[in-house]
T-cell receptor, first 113, second 115 residues
């Protein structure tokens, strides 16, 4: 399967703990995106990378959130000092430069107790 | 600003009947429009897109959508619905100005196809 992969698929954590999610994009895609989806809502944009450069960040991305893509391949999204409001599905997508279609991974469902 | 409205929460249709899922958008410039489908506990699966050209675009699984600039709409259609089409459908838009890479999604429409 050469689609976008995300790990873990599910994460349960206690409030105040740090969590990290990983996204592996489609191999030839140099653009990578993170979105957050809460129940009953559509995905909301968090951040965007072109290669290793983080070019866009949403105001939703508070200072507790940090994303990296160190070698322009996989990306990590870290949430520090998690809060119950962080409970959501975190979706990663990738696209090839020059095309407009973003392909999504299966998501990581975070539950903060 | 860019935004999408999907006015109906749920669309119910009998199997074999035509299916329409409505979407209207708002952008400052030219829209790039997308439809995605989501099955339970899964990510979003791309169905089709409109970038430029013919207003009627065809996509996966027999779906098509019509871009209507005057009505700022991009409704998704399927001539004959299947029970397996039951899922959550999202419309998304991206304003085409340089440097904008984020998609804005609607709330989604739950499609229920009744056998």
């Amino acid at each position: 399967d050469t689609g976008v992969s995300q790990n873990p698929r599910h994460k349960i954590t206690k409030r105040g703990q740090n969590v990290t999610f990983r996204c592996d994009p489609i191999s030839e895609h140099n653009r990578l995106y993170w979105y957050r989806q809460t129940l009953g809502q559509g995905p909301e944009f968090l951040t965007y990378f072109q290669n290793e450069a983080q070019l866009e960040k949403s105001r939703l991305l508070s200072d507790r959130f940090s994303a990296e893509r160190p070698k322009g391949s996989f990306s990590t999204l870290e949430i520090q000092r998690t809060e119950q409001g962080d409970s959501a599905m975190y979706l990663c997508a990738s696209s090839e430069q020059g095309t407009d279609t973003q392909y999504f991974g299966p998501g990581t469902r975070l539950t903060v107790l | 600003a860019q935004s999408v409205a999907q006015p109906e929460d749920q669309v119910k249709v009998a199997e074999g009947n035509p299916l329409t899922v409505k979407c209207t958008y708002s952008v400052s410039g030219n829209p790039y429009l997308f439809w995605y489908v989501q099955y339970p506990n899964r990510g979003l699966q791309f169905l089709l897109k409109y970038i430029t050209g013919d207003n009627l675009v065809k996509g996966s699984y027999g779906f098509e959508a019509e871009f209507n600039k005057s009505q700022t709409s991009f409704h998704l259609k399927k001539p004959s619905a299947l029970v397996s089409d039951s899922a959550l459908y999202f419309c998304a838009v991206r304003d085409s100005y340089y440097g904008n890479n984020r998609l804005a999604f609607g709330k989604g429409n739950q499609v229920v196809v009744i056998p």
